[in-house]
């Protein structure tokens, strides 16, 4: 059964960064794409970050180069580095297996806030 636990979440200064974390568990996660995505009230979901099984990482256009993504195969993890934060990151994120970084999200966790305000 696959879960997905994500923490690290919370209030942040604009500029400020958060490092989120995602327990994986029912998978091996260095066999699978491993992504995150994030979701705003009144805003539809919208893919922040995927990392492929191969190590390719790919970036929502206004992320790339504030946030990265990474694992650690060992202990079953992924992170996002959020740095330079401002607030229209501000949303739920949601720690996601999909079918590929091509295509759609298959599971995902149940999502920590990040509040980005002065």
């Known amino acids: 059964q696959v879960q997905l636990v994500e923490s690290g979440g919370g209030l942040v200064q604009p500029g400020g960064s958060l490092r989120l974390t995602c327990a994986a568990s029912?998978?091996?996660?260095?066999?699978?794409?491993i992504g995150w995505f994030r979701q705003a009230p009144g805003k539809e979901r919208e893919g922040v970050s995927c990392?492929?099984?191969?190590?390719?990482?790919y970036y929502e256009d206004s992320v790339k180069g504030r946030f990265t993504i990474s694992r650690d195969n060992a202990s079953n993890t992924v992170y996002l580095q959020m740095n330079s934060l401002k607030p229209e990151d501000t949303a739920v994120y949601y720690c996601?297996?999909?079918?590929?970084?091509?295509?759609?999200?298959?599971?995902w966790g149940q999502g920590t806030q990040v509040t980005v305000s002065s």
């Open positions: 029912g998978f091996t996660l260095n066999d699978y794409d």
């Open positions: 990392l492929t099984k191969d190590g390719s990482a």
């Open positions: 996601a297996q999909p079918w590929d970084c091509y295509s759609d999200w298959r599971y």
